[in-house]
């Protein structure tokens, strides 16, 4: 029987993994047959994010010249490097230039069918537009993939999930409002990848609550006012002014922080980059992983990272805005390296050496910039939070600030640093998210216009929603206005679903975390990370399946890999590339399995379908 290999979810996990197949094939499986079956409801390449059918107006979040499918030579891989363009290169687009979600899509579809026109003859890629719901199988036998509404399974020596993103079941404070909406006829939007929404139920005009301030209230706001006919004039000094379409709700946002994510840096690297890693590398993570009794993230890992993002920010200022420090760089290294994170010690060293606060790493700070701030009225916030936004986007606008961007770079290190450690948890994601990973500036800038334009409207930090079942309607409240509130008919949750193995909406998963495959406790499906093998709940690897991607604690920085910066996704989808290519081979080998001839219903021939 021909061998056979089911990878379920064909975006960008998936079509990376089928590159390394093909990269590795013919060195570590030659042309002996085999079938790959991909599964996914949507079309292989960009898969459900980035499919061709959605708003053209969505962007993607990264440089096109920061996205690439290829590996290169400062991945650490046992495969071949297979050099490709970068999107950039791919689109013949600035590299600088944010390019939409579709073509982004385009891009993947194209690194897609190279992959598929790379494989040896003997290799047959079949598409199967469904959704698998089930892997059966005893651990050393073939599996079988169930699709939904198809009788029969895929029969497959091993099977890969490159599930991604998936939606999740309502935790219950949302299901509460969900209700709540139904009672009172209201609309309730739960978190969801907002090209998947249906915005057709937030009327022209109304007041909507929104609860989320990263890049899904962004792509809401986008769909919401340009989606909705709207437009943008530049005046004179390059400033926006939004004409509204007349349809578009206004959108009352919120979050903890109250502010956006801090724009993108819109400068590049110059000069000594930071040497990192420095405090946070192999040699600590080592040293964290065989500390006996566990790790916890605040006590043992943030100091580390603390440190890190410190020494990156003030090297460069040292080294790059000497005129803005009292100290030369080396006694300042020599004691910051002996200084803990947050003690008296550190910020006496800091406040004699970097005299302008400005010039200051305040991480707490940072994490929290509205604190203490209160408004007397919601008009004056407004104001307060454009003249916020305003500084945010000339800071990240100046090279004279670049300490920010050596942040930025230590981030990234910190990153793959973590991903050995597994899964660190929801604080970390979204910090990282809103310091490293925020909107373009041209973004912020409409998002300004449509502040003046009253289409959006600021609510502040540490915001409330709360069901107001006297008048049937949702609440928002903030600290930053004492006393006053805004009521709607409408809510919309602006972020990510965050799905648990437990909770998922996606059934495969469910059943196998039902079944026995462990889970961390952020609910992340546990892979072995050598090869992404599934862990059960004794920690054992499933011989046959892998997972990899966002639903795992593999998730190797959840964004597409920059060129030439050894990214872990590029190992990860190597590593089990070829795991997955060697138990194929030896499993060909062996006498009686596919490959070998055997008389057919002799016992070696039939030990060979199992
Ligand atoms: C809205 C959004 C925007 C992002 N923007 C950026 C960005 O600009 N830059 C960046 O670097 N990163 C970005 N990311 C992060 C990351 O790069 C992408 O998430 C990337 O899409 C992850 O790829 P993936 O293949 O692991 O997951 P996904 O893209 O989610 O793909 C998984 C695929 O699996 C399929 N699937 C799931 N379950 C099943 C099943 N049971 N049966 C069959 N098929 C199934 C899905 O249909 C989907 O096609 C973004 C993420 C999101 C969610």
Redesign the pocket.
Known sequence: MKASLVI???????TGVLERLAANLPALYGDRPLDIHL????PPGG????RHDQSPLLW???MAED?TMFTDETVEQAGPVRPGPTLAEWAGADGQAFLSRQQQGAYLRWVYERSVAALPPAVTVHEHR????RVSGSRDGRQQVWLAGRPAPLLADLVVL?????DAELPPEQAKLAKFAVRHGLTYLPPA?TADSDLGALRPGEPVLVRGFG?AFI?LMVLLTEGRGGTYTTGPDGRLTYRPSGREPVLHVGSRRGVPYHSKIGYPPSGERPPLPRFFGPAQVDELLARPGGISFRRDVWPLIDKELGFAHYHRLFTAHADRTRMAWPDFEEKYAAADPGSAALQALVGAAVPDPADRLDLAALDHPLAGLRHPDAEALQEGLRGYIEADLARRHDPAHSPDLAVFLALLSVYGQLVRLGDRGPWWHGFFSYLASGPPGPRLRQLLALSRAGVVRFLGADTTVTADPRRGLFRAESPSVPGESVTARALVEAR?PEPTVAHTR?V?LRSLYAEGAAATPAGLLAVDPADGRILDRAGLPHPRRFAL??HTDARAG???SRPGTNAPAFRQNDATARALLTFLRDRAARPGSAGVRRRPGSRRARRGRR
Not at 130 to 133: F, K, L, R, S
Not at 162 to 166: A, C, K, P, V
Request: glycine letters at 20%; charged letters at 15%; aromatic letters at 8%.
């Open positions: 379920v979810g064909a975006g960008p996990r998936g599964v996914d409801p949507h898969g459900r994010i980035w993607m979040n990264s996205v469904g959704t698998a719901v490159t599930l991604g993103h998936l990848f890049l792509d990510l996606d495969l991607g966002p959840g964004a597409f």
